[in-house]
């Protein structure tokens, strides 16, 4: 909220998840009421506390998830691994989705794995941390979770 006062933006409404406890049920609460204001609303899920060192690489980034989500897809955006990490989730991208050229389909999801495992994930260079921030269309994510 702080944010969005030191930039000039007006919102209609902020929503906030005031105790984390699951990303799930907040973004369907912010899902429900954005679809309400614009059939066709997209959402972007954050986490509050991460830091965006080059914005302008993150806006290309959110520009090319804009494309996959606007198609139906909910959208995932995942880092390099820096080190073997039991505290995060992790991703193997699958295939390169053929509409929004460096998207890829997830193929599989390991949420906070034990030591071996990470240890794993980050020798093969095939996974990336999940970053917790998700893009999607609110239809599309409130189809989903019915």
Same mark, same amino acid.
């Given at each position: /909220? ?21 990303? /799930?049920?907040?973004?369907?609460? /912010?899902?429900i ?10 959402l ?8 965006? !060192? &080059? $914005? ?10 804009? !494309? ?24 193997? $991208? ?15 999801? =390991?949420? !906070? $794995? &034990? ?6 994930? =980050?020798?093969?260079?095939?996974? =990336?941390?999940?970053s ?5 269309? /609110? ?8």
């Amino acid at each position: /909220a702080e944010h969005i006062r030191e930039i000039n933006v007006i919102p209609r409404a902020i929503i906030l998840e005031l105790v984390g406890r699951n990303t /799930a049920p907040a973004a369907a609460v /912010a899902a429900i009421f954005s679809e309400q204001i614009c059939e066709d609303a997209l959402l972007l899920v954050l986490p509050s506390d991460h830091v965006i !060192k &080059d $914005p302008d690489a993150f806006l290309e980034v959110i520009l090319t998830a804009k !494309k996959a989500a606007t198609r139906g897809q909910i959208v995932t955006l995942g880092t390099p691994i820096l080190k073997p990490e039991t505290g995060y989730g992790y991703i193997q $991208p699958g295939n390169e989705l053929a509409d929004a050229s460096g998207c890829y389909k997830v193929s599989n999801f =390991f949420e !906070k $794995p &034990d030591e071996v495992f990470a240890t794993k994930f =980050f020798n093969s260079g095939d996974y =990336f941390w999940n970053s917790g921030i998700f893009m999607f269309s /609110a239809k599309c994510y409130l189809s989903e979770l019915n």
